[in-house]
């Protein structure tokens, strides 16, 4: 089977966050036919290998998709894969599986890892433990998953947490005797109008998300929650900002005679990328001699390289060559598939 073949497979695959089991078994049915011996961790992260001791790179890709690229609407020209606007492709991340495959039908000595829920925070990549790995002596490891035509090296990423918070007040008729409860939905109210929001500097952000509470209008509302993310490339910077909504809560709760509940959720870790990053030089050399153009660009995301470079491996993010992921006008040219598959031979080989 052609690149093409096995991208048009998996598009046929529904695979949602921690439901990725029809995928990991197409999968690790193709690789085993390859003759690549499988292990797996109690996450469901599975890893392919070959028998043979020395030097190895990593390849890796995440199996779910967002929710609106579940069952995709695939058009397909001469040119791209595209969908008919009314869901996602899923090219984030098929498109790097199916380069995989196509690449492992030659049997190169690599570890090629492929990780469950990246699309939800990276829960499965933040599963894996340095046993997981430790038999193997990794050398390098390439994520290509990030939007772009294939020949750009990600050189740095923020870290990310999300803050729960949850406001409890008092119930009351909102009738009859209002003055008898506590409005939950006010202190919250009060708390994310004082709290930082959007773009705090260049390498920070943060963004309330989600809001919820009351029943009905005849009724205070005793709870009310709120969800922020903050991403920065510095942790110091993340922990201050994350001090600051925390602190915009207790103010707001205590002020309006509320309790108030802040989990905190530390999802994954910033890196940058040194200069002299055998992963990148190496990436950089096998990009040119392919005859692609070669570019290094930072990203405000996260990809499962935020979790493999904290293990101690020297990662790399890729572009992949899909274009406006995550909507419904995501579309990858047939070509870019035909390059991913070139470079990823080329770093393994």
């Not at 991403?231 to 922990?239: A, Q, V």
Request: aromatic fraction near 6%; glycine fraction near 8%; include cysteine.
């Amino acid at each position: 089977m052609d690149v093409l073949g096995y991208f048009r497979t998996l598009l046929d695959i529904p695979s949602p966050s921690w439901k990725e089991d029809a995928v990991s078994s197409f999968i690790t049915m193709t690789m085993s036919s390859f003759g690549y011996q499988m292990i797996d961790d109690r996450a469901g992260n599975i890893l392919f290998f070959l028998p043979v001791r020395g030097e190895k790179a990593l390849i890796s890709s995440h199996m779910d998709t967002v929710p609106l690229a579940e069952t995709p609407h695939v058009i397909e020209d001469d040119e791209y894969f595209m969908t008919d606007g009314r869901t996602a492709l899923g090219a984030d991340n098929k498109a790097t599986i199916a380069a995989m495959l196509k690449v492992a039908e030659e049997s190169p000595d690599a570890i090629f890892l492929f990780t469950r829920a990246e699309e939800i925070g990276l829960q499965g990549s933040k599963k894996i433990t340095r046993d997981f790995l430790s038999p193997f002596n990794i050398t390098r490891a390439y994520v290509p998953d990030a939007e772009g035509p294939v020949g750009t090296v990600i050189t740095s990423a923020p870290g990310k947490e999300v803050l729960d918070i949850v406001f409890h007040g008092r119930t009351a008729h909102a009738g009859f005797s209002p003055e008898s409860g506590i409005n939950a939905i006010k202190a919250a109210a009060e708390a994310i109008a004082s709290s930082p929001d959007g773009r705090i500097d260049s390498d920070t952000t943060c963004n309330v998300g989600t809001i919820s509470g009351g029943s009905a209008t005849n009724t205070v509302p005793d709870t009310a929650m709120y969800r922020y993310e903050v991403r920065s490339l510095y942790d110091e910077k993340r922990r201050m900002i994350s001090s600051g909504i925390i602190s915009a809560a207790e103010t707001a709760a205590s002020s309006r005679g509320c309790t108030v509940d802040i989990t905190r959720h530390d999802l994954y870790s910033p890196y940058i990328i040194p200069e002299d990053s055998p992963a990148k030089n190496t990436a950089k050399e096998k990009i040119l001699s392919l005859g692609l153009p070669y570019s290094e660009k930072a990203t405000s995301g996260g990809s499962d390289t935020n979790n493999i470079r904290a293990l101690g491996i020297d990662t790399v993010t890729l572009t992949t060559g899909y274009e406006h992921p995550h909507s419904t006008t995501e579309r990858i040219a047939k070509s870019e598939l035909e390059n991913l598959t070139r470079l990823i031979s080329a770093l393994v080989s």
